[in-house]
């Protein structure tokens, strides 16, 4: 009797697990939700800062950017450039406020004595969060002429320089932080600074984008040299190209016009999008011409 009870306690044991140690496949299911929920976030802002960064800089040109036709992977890779800075800047700060945070929680448990004026810290640096937060209200609302930046940044900077004091607050005193009942003001101020970052990153890829097009309008000979023979006349605003009609050979010849003095702006999915090398933002044209067997194009980098 004792060896069947035994029996029977083994057996619904082996049955529930799969393969000895291995793990049901619902906590497989939330592992790699796990795994890729991150990812797919991280890929969609990759995607949307790389557009707000595409769209400003050819938006100079007056040309928009869902006319070119960029793929997602273009989108992410061009969202790089305008990632640089903000993660940089973000990063050093974060460093810096860990180390500190790290100094005061250790100088709070050992009951160190503050230095002149350091017990006062805290207060200083929330109260200049609380400032801060005023200011940036006062931007949105267009009580003062706040930048695209502006706003968001003093928003988002002085909730954290709020939330960064009360911290110090604590553990300069050997106390725990955050406490239970500031949790759920806690999660409303990451869900605020979260949105602040995101429209912080979001005005200076466009501002990025935008300097990194009236850079190249300055310098369009950094673009390559275009030379396009069409069998039709093309129609260019005056004095942005120069026409040359073609002689005629003694055989049959398709092309009959020469068009000089082109940059190539870009080459998206079969188009070629052309820019004057006189381009100016008064008056200033992109022309878009096919990139197949209907012109014959010939390139030149200075």
Aim: aromatic residues 12%; glycine residues 12%.
């Amino acid at each position: 009797m004792t060896e069947g009870n035994r029996g029977d306690d083994e057996g619904p044991a082996s049955e529930g697990d799969s393969g000895g140690d291995g793990r049901p496949w619902s906590n497989w299911a939330v592992t790699l939700a796990t795994l890729l929920g991150p990812t797919t976030f991280i890929g969609a802002l990759l995607l949307y800062f790389g557009f707000a960064f595409t769209d400003a800089q050819y938006a100079h040109f007056g040309v928009d950017a869902a006319t070119l036709g960029f793929s997602t992977q273009d989108y992410a890779l061009r969202s790089a450039s305008a990632l640089y800075v903000p993660a940089g800047v973000a990063l050093t700060v974060a460093l810096a406020a860990v180390l500190v945070y790290y100094a005061a929680r250790a100088l709070g448990a050992r009951g160190g004595r503050l230095p002149a004026g350091g017990r006062f810290a805290p207060y200083l640096l929330s109260a200049c969060g609380v400032v801060l937060f005023v200011l940036g209200m006062l931007g949105g609302l267009g009580a003062w002429d706040a930048g695209a930046m502006d706003t968001p940044l003093l928003l988002g900077g002085g909730l954290v320089l709020v939330v960064y004091g009360r911290a110090l607050f604590f553990k300069l005193n050997g106390a725990d932080y955050p406490v239970a009942r500031e949790r759920l003001a806690l999660t409303l101020v990451a869900a605020l600074v979260g949105l602040s970052s995101f429209w912080a990153v979001h005005a200076y890829a466009k501002q990025h984008g935008d300097d990194e097009a009236r850079y190249l309008a300055r310098r369009l000979w950094l673009r390559p040299a275009v030379t396009v023979d069409t069998a039709e006349r093309l129609h260019f605003p005056p004095r942005q190209a120069r026409e040359t009609v073609l002689p005629v050979a003694d055989h049959p010849q398709r092309f009959r016009y020469r068009y000089e003095g082109l940059r190539l702006l870009a080459e998206v999915n079969g188009r070629m999008f052309l820019i004057p090398e006189n381009w100016s933002e008064q008056g200033g044209s992109v022309l878009v011409i096919p990139a197949d067997d209907r012109v014959r194009v010939a390139f030149r980098v200075d």
